[in-house]
């Protein structure tokens, strides 16, 4: 790595911090999806983020251990309805069948979007017992106090230990001031307190027997408690959507703190919105796309289908903690963008170094070494993909004066050559992602190739024939000749 790894930490909102990072091993949680509905594509521009990140420290030689969960319990709705419980009452399902359904609509799209699985996807449910050790600590330590079934943290009196609002920059005072309101939950003490486990309601089906009531967990409690059990008290990294950074994280922290004094992360990252017209894409404001829309460009909002190499080249060609203006000239010009780099990396694949009668250009030399070098600086501060992706251009040029034979090869050297070659293809698959796709039509070509096997065979030229027979047959594919036509099938 080229470089110190700079991330910008927003727990002590000091750009200049420098992760400490242990080679070898990264530990990196990041809050995954409520599995109740299709992901739309905000949410996937958040794990595309975290996706790059992890691909960024592996390919660095960081060994990462990247926990993402899945959410399938305890997340409500404003109306105080989980939102799984819901959706199963409303589609007369069980609520795990909805759960299951939505994770495995989830992992179809993060795979289209050629995201890397992460290391370890554990569920809240999965983890109830563990929830359930947190919340005696918590009791046990004096930061939580059980109210008519329910138990709650007690902002108040963790605020006289720990500084609460650390992450988020807000005091406690201000919070209350804001916030009079109990949203109905009259057995707290403080509109600031947060259930770490609830009383369930009769109509609440998805409740679990404990010693306080039949009910079940908070939503924030299931991160703290995978963040640990994974990762352990204080590990590096700790993502989420901005929306997340409060409550939710702010949350966490309490928890984590409350429970073993440790904040957990070292580095909370928060990416920003992608939005339409400037407002923030969400499913209740009803302005978002799901991914298959924008694939197939089925949406009123839309002047055609883009690929899913495009969307995510429009994802990375912003710094995670912008925000994302969605437009259909953002789509244009990133359709544009992932085409040249596509192009620069079919070429490089293809291109091998060869002796020619370039002399060495040291201008020529410097210049691609030092583009190489930008990528990983860019990279190292804090993870800034769009500036990447501007080195990854420049370096396109090289390239193409290379196929062109406007700059020769013995210019700049084998090894210069071997390492542009190296960073271009790493940066561009391995970092970004961007895989090559090639939206050609097979089938058709296929029939361009039988035409011309058949105008041979009219024409007696036999050496073509057999040509042409050959070939096909190294792809799997057979001719078949028929009394007055042509016919393929694949080779058994
Ligand atoms: P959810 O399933 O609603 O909890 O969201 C999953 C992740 O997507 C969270 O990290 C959210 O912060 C994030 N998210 C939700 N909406 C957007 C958006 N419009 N842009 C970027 N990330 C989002
Ligand atoms: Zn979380």
């Known amino acids: 790595m080229v470089g110190k790894l700079k991330v910008f930490n927003s727990l002590t909102r000091k750009k200049e911090d420098f992760l400490p990072l242990n080679p070898p091993y990264v530990g990196m949680y990041v809050c995954g999806p409520t599995v109740y509905s299709n992901v739309h594509l905000g949410n996937v521009r958040t794990f595309l983020s975290f996706d790059v990140i992890s691909r960024y420290l592996r390919f660095c030689g960081y060994k990462v251990r990247y926990v993402r969960n899945i959410t399938d319990v305890g997340h409500l709705l404003d109306s105080g309805e989980d939102k799984i419980s819901k959706k199963a009452k409303l589609e007369n399902l069980e609520p795990m069948e909805i759960v299951q359904m939505y994770a495995n609509d989830f992992h179809e799209v993060m795979a289209t979007f050629n995201a890397m699985p992460p290391d370890i996807e554990p569920s809240a449910i999965g983890?109830?017992?563990?929830?359930?050790?947190?919340?005696?600590?918590?009791?046990?330590?004096?930061?939580?106090?059980?109210?008519?079934?329910?138990?709650?943290?007690?902002?108040?009196?963790?605020?006289?230990?720990?500084?609460?609002?650390?992450?988020?920059?807000?005091?406690?005072?201000?919070?209350?001031?804001?916030?009079?309101?109990?949203?109905?939950?009259?057995?707290?003490?403080?509109?600031?307190?947060?259930?770490?486990?609830?009383?369930?309601?009769?109509?609440?089906?998805?409740?679990?027997?404990?010693?306080?009531?039949?009910?079940?967990?908070?939503?924030?409690?299931?991160?703290?408690?995978?963040?640990?059990?994974?990762?352990?008290?204080?590990?590096?990294?700790?993502?989420?959507?901005?929306?997340?950074?409060?409550?939710?994280?702010?949350?966490?922290?309490?928890?984590?703190?409350?429970?073993?004094?440790?904040?957990?992360?070292?580095?909370?990252?928060?990416?920003?919105?992608?939005?339409?017209?400037?407002?923030?894409?969400?499913?209740?404001?009803?302005?978002?796309?799901?991914?298959?829309?924008?694939?197939?460009?089925?949406?009123?909002?839309?002047?055609?289908?883009?690929?899913?190499?495009?969307?995510?080249?429009?994802?990375?060609?912003?710094?995670?903690?912008?925000?994302?203006?969605?437009?259909?000239?953002?789509?244009?010009?990133?359709?544009?963008?992932?085409?040249?780099?596509?192009?620069?990396?079919?070429?490089?694949?293809?291109?091998?170094?060869?002796?020619?009668?370039?002399?060495?250009?040291?201008?020529?030399?410097?210049?691609?070494?030092?583009?190489?070098?930008?990528?990983?600086?860019?990279?190292?501060?804090?993870?800034?993909?769009?500036?990447?992706?501007?080195?990854?251009?420049?370096?396109?040029?090289?390239?193409?004066s290379l196929h062109t034979g406007h700059l020769k090869f013995g210019e700049i050297g084998n090894e210069v050559f071997d390492k542009m070659k190296q960073t271009f293809i790493g940066f561009t698959e391995d970092v970004l992602g961007l895989k090559i796709e090639s939206d050609v039509n097979y089938e058709h070509l296929l029939q361009t190739i039988l035409e011309e096997y058949k105008t041979a065979k009219f024409n007696r030229d036999f050496d073509k024939v057999d040509k042409l027979r050959a070939e096909l047959k190294s792809e799997g594919i057979v001719v078949k000749d028929m009394k007055d036509k042509v016919e393929w099938a694949f080779e058994e």
């Not at 109830?128 to 930061?143: A, P, R, S």
């Not at 920059?169 to 486990?197: H, M, N, V, Y």
């Not at 919105?273 to 894409?281: A, H, P």
């Open 127 to 400: 983890h109830l017992m563990e929830q359930l050790v947190m919340i005696k600590d918590l009791l046990k330590n004096g930061f939580a106090y059980e109210s008519n079934g329910s138990v709650y943290f007690d902002v108040e009196a963790y605020n006289k230990k720990h500084p609460y609002g650390i992450l988020s920059g807000r005091k406690i005072e201000d919070l209350i001031s804001d916030t009079r309101d109990l949203d109905g939950q009259e057995d707290k003490r403080s509109p600031l307190d947060f259930a770490l486990w609830k009383k369930a309601a009769p109509e609440h089906i998805m409740r679990w027997e404990t010693e306080w009531s039949d009910g079940f967990p908070g939503w924030h409690l299931e991160c703290s408690v995978m963040s640990t059990k994974y990762l352990g008290e204080e590990f590096d990294i700790h993502g989420g959507g901005m929306d997340l950074k409060f409550p939710h994280h702010e949350c966490e922290i309490a928890q984590n703190a409350g429970t073993h004094g440790k904040q957990g992360a070292k580095y909370w990252l928060h990416t920003n919105m992608l939005t339409v017209n400037g407002q923030k894409m969400s499913k209740s404001l009803g302005n978002s796309f799901l991914p298959c829309e924008l694939i197939s460009g089925d949406h009123e909002l839309l002047d055609r289908g883009y690929s899913p190499m495009t969307i995510r080249f429009f994802m990375m060609q912003s710094h995670y903690a912008s925000t994302l203006d969605f437009s259909n000239d953002a789509l244009e010009a990133s359709r544009k963008g992932y085409i040249r780099l596509a192009n620069g990396m079919r070429v490089l694949k293809e291109m091998e170094w060869v002796e020619d009668d370039g002399q060495t250009d040291q201008d020529q030399v410097d210049q691609i070494l030092r583009l190489c070098d930008d990528c990983y600086h860019a990279m190292n501060d804090d993870f800034n993909t769009a500036l990447t992706i501007g080195h990854l251009f420049n370096l396109v040029k090289k390239i193409n």
